[in-house]
């Protein structure tokens, strides 16, 4: 059997984050990646030179094109910059019926480049949230998505639970953006919390960690599994892949997607 996984993102040509951190994620996991690029960015590990959104026709031809011959078995979104293309990836998760959809709110580039423009906040809680299987908010996206705050852990579970009710089946909370040595992503189901505790790890080389841990996760809904045994994976690929880094580039470079093995 061959499994198959669509993203829907920004290229990043830098290669850590976005479309090509996806489509190695999926790779190196033995899942079959497509893509469908929603804008082109100028990007190294210094940061953001240039972004260049697709027009929404490019894009629905894109995802049409995979849709009627290669059936994905989860897609992921990304990078979606505009709330006119929120509105083409919801509309196309509907006509084509998928279900095991990954949303990675994306928001701003580690360097703080908007790859998301502020007025299309509420087109993403209004169109996608609701059509998520999976969303995967940073302490900073579930900030604005909620209007929460997220110092304390259980802020972050409140705000769990709000974006649970703006129609999200499990919400996975990355911890990243937390404070002190230990890490903790939590996962809501709408009943109880599973949480996954790791050491952070002391280094710059940190480029695309929420793209990546977000492609594995959809990598291991493609093959079947359950989102307890994806977000497990997810977690072990993201951390082999930040303890084990390229060291490339003069930034904050890519993590390494070659070091987690099954
Ligand atoms: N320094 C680190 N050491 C170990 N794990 C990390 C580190 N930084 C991030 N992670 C892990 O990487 C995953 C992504 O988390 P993070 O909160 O950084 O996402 P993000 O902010 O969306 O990433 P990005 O910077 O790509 O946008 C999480 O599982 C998090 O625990
Ligand atoms: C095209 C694209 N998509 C997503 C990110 C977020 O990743 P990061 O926050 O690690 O820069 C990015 N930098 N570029």
């Known amino acids: ?3 198959k996984a669509l993203t829907i993102a920004g290229s990043d040509s830098g290669g850590g984050a976005g479309i090509q951190a996806d489509l190695k994620t999926f790779h190196q996991l033995r899942v079959f990646g497509m893509s469908a690029i929603t804008a082109v960015t100028a990007q190294n590990t210094l940061g953001v030179q240039g972004v260049y959104p697709l027009s929404v026709e490019a894009v629905e031809r894109q995802i049409d094109s995979v849709a009627v011959d290669l059936s994905p078995h989860a897609v992921k979104t990304g990078m979606l910059f505009s709330h006119e293309m929120i509105e083409l990836v919801a509309h196309k998760i509907k006509q084509y019926k998928w279900t095991r959809i990954v949303v990675d709110p994306v928001m701003i580039a580690k360097g703080g480049a908007p790859l998301l423009k502020q007025e299309a906040v509420e087109a993403l809680q209004r169109h996608l949230l ?8 940073n302490m900073p996206e579930a900030e604005v998505l909620t209007n929460m705050q997220m110092e304390t852990i259980e ?5 769990a639970k709000k974006l649970h009710d703006m ?3 499990y919400v996975v909370m990355k911890g990243g953006h937390g404070e002190g040595n230990e890490l903790i992503d939590i996962l809501y189901d709408g009943e109880q919390f599973y949480e996954w505790k790791s050491k952070r790890i002391d280094t710059k080389h940190t480029h695309g960690t929420g793209c990546t841990f977000a492609a594995a996760i959809t990598a291991q809904l493609a093959k ?6 994806a977000v497990d994976v997810a977690k072990r690929f993201i951390q082999a892949a930040v303890e084990q880094t390229l060291q490339i580039g003069s930034g904050h470079g890519p993590t390494n997607h070659w070091a987690f093995h099954e």
């Not at 802020?155 to 705000?159: H, I, L, S, V």
């Not at 079947?224 to 045994?229: A, D, H, M, N, S």
């Open 1 to 3: 059997m061959v499994y």
């Open 130 to 137: 609701p059509l998520a299987y999976v969303l995967t908010p």
């Open 155 to 159: 802020q972050r579970k409140e705000a």
């Open 167 to 169: 129609g999200v089946r």
């Open 224 to 229: 079947g599994k359950t989102i307890y045994e």
